[in-house]
Nanobody, 124 residues
Framework: QVRLVESGGGLVQAGGSLRLSCTAY????????MGWFRQPPGSGRVFVAA????????YYEDSVKDRFSVSRDAAKNTVYLQLNNLKPEDTAVYYC?????????????????WGQGTQVVVSS
């Protein structure tokens, strides 16, 4: 059974940092694009960042591109999202996804597998 398991969320003050992890089990996703989305309270899930295989290149939503960084470790079948200089508006449940194929994907429907999410709360 394929599973994506996120971890690393929590409560942090504005300006703080967190590192989210997403580990895949049951299938090797080293060749697939991996992405992060987030769902703020009362809103739908939106794209945050994506990374292609072998860290070839990454793509970010504009509001996070100077503060967040996505990376991956193929040997661990894990993708990371480093969140720096967090703001209250970053409060959301963060989800990782495994996309179809190897191109950068920013649409929710382009991802086949999803984790259960990890909560990030940023206090002001």
């Amino acid at each position: 059974q394929v599973r994506l398991v996120e971890s690393g969320g929590g409560l942090v003050q504005a300006g703080g940092s967190l590192r989210l992890s997403c580990t895949a089990y049951g299938r090797n996703f080293s060749s697939n694009t991996m992405g992060w989305f987030r769902q703020p309270p009362g809103s739908g899930r939106v794209f945050v960042a994506a990374i292609r295989r072998r860290n070839v290149n990454a793509y970010y939503e504009d509001s996070v591109k100077d503060r967040f960084s996505v990376s991956r470790d193929a040997a661990k079948n894990t993708v990371y999202l480093q969140l720096n200089n967090l703001k209250p508006e970053d409060t959301a449940v963060y989800y990782c996804g495994a996309a179809v194929g190897t191109a950068i994907r920013a649409r929710e429907d382009e991802y086949d597998y999803w984790g259960q999410g990890t909560q990030v709360v940023v206090s002001s």
